[in-house]
């Protein structure tokens, strides 16, 4: 994989899956390695692009930093600028899934003139002072009561609502992030179990990590670039009223809810992702 010194000489790695305009994808969990992002569902042959998976650091193939207060997110922005400079890209498309919402908005805060189009994914924006309530995970699980394992779901929910669930019940409860619980959902939760990094995880959302969230909402209000913000209907966090009040905020935002998709649209059906991003962005090249 090639990689790139960061600002403090953490080297960080990324790969590229296609051909095409570069689309720069930040992974979430928070601090995921990003191969589970995959090919986002055959999104370069559908959009004519190349992906550029970046690990964060710490995760994947990149360095983990001397400093692990460099973890926290706002203090990865800058890993983020480097990468593009890295590419001498001018101007940077960028995808941001899950948690890395945060990341993505906190780069679109500091360099605004720096963003081409932002694809938000199922994703955060505590970076834009916008807080997804507990209740909403509630809300998500009633939506699948239909299914066969949903009396099973209901307790573990409350344990973890309480604080007391156990490894079992955490990973029983990762059927809600998927639309379906087949054999593909199945495979893509085991084969991400292994990618995390929980120090850095803890510390990604640390103390003063959003102290700027007020005056980066002031500049993503004016900002000037098409964003995509794209919510799954079953999707417990973000629900997709608040996912619609991420896109509001925006002067050039749109919004899209994927029918029977939940944190991970393009498993859920790909062809739905790929075809609404890739229009997307072919708007956004116009």
Same mark, same amino acid.
């Given at each position: 994989m090639p990689t790139f010194p960061a600002p403090d000489g953490t080297r960080l790695a990324y790969r590229t899956v296609g051909?095409?305009? &570069?689309?720069?994808?930040? &992974?979430?969990?928070?601090?995921?390695?990003?191969?589970?992002?995959?090919?986002?569902?055959?999104?370069?042959?559908a959009a004519g692009r190349s992906l550029v998976l970046l690990d964060l650091r710490g995760t994947g193939e990149s360095e983990t930093p001397a400093d692990p207060s460099s973890?926290?997110?706002?203090?990865q922005v800058d890993d983020v600028e480097t990468l593009r400079a890295h590419l001498g890209l001018e101007r940077i498309d960028v995808l941001a899934h899950s948690a890395s919402g945060d990341l993505a908005l906190f780069y679109a805060g500091r360099y605004p003139q720096r963003i081409r $189009?932002?694809?938000?994914? @199922?994703?955060?924006?505590?970076?834009? !002072?916008?807080?997804? &309530?507990?209740?909403?995970?509630? !809300?998500?699980?009633?939506?699948?009561?239909?299914?066969?394992?949903?009396?099973?779901?209901?307790?573990? /929910?409350?344990?973890?609502?309480?604080?007391?669930?156990t490894e079992d019940d955490w990973r029983f409860l990762d059927r809600l992030t998927y639309g379906r619980w087949?054999?593909?959902?199945?495979?893509?939760?085991?084969?991400?179990?292994?990618?995390?990094?929980?120090?850095?995880?803890?510390?990604?959302?640390?103390?003063?990590? /959003?102290?700027?969230?007020?005056a980066v909402r002031e500049v993503l209000t004016k900002l000037d670039a098409p964003v995509l913000v794209l919510a799954g209907e079953l999707d417990p966090s973000p629900r997709p009223d608040k996912a619609a009040e991420v896109a509001a905020l925006f002067p050039r935002g749109e919004f899209v809810v994927q029918p029977g998709?939940?944190?991970?649209?393009?498993?859920?059906?790909? !062809? /739905?992702?790929?075809? @609404?991003?890739?229009? /997307?962005? $072919?708007? $956004?090249?116009?």
């Open positions: 051909e095409g305009d &570069p689309l720069i994808c930040l &992974p979430g969990g928070p601090m995921q390695a990003s191969a589970y992002l995959g090919d986002l569902g055959g999104l370069p042959a973890y926290r997110v706002d203090r $189009s932002l694809v938000l994914v @199922t994703a955060r924006a505590r970076a834009a !002072e916008i807080e997804f &309530p507990l209740e909403g995970r509630r !809300e998500a699980l009633a939506l699948r009561s239909g299914e066969p394992w949903y009396d099973e779901a209901v307790p573990a /929910f409350e344990r973890a609502m309480a604080g007391e669930a087949d054999a593909a959902a199945q495979a893509h939760a085991a084969s991400g179990e292994d990618g995390y990094n929980e120090e850095a995880a803890h510390a990604y959302p640390g103390p003063g990590a /959003f102290d700027d969230a007020a998709a939940a944190h991970i649209p393009w498993l859920d059906d790909p !062809e /739905f992702f790929v075809r @609404t991003v890739g229009e /997307f962005l $072919s708007r $956004s090249d116009a």
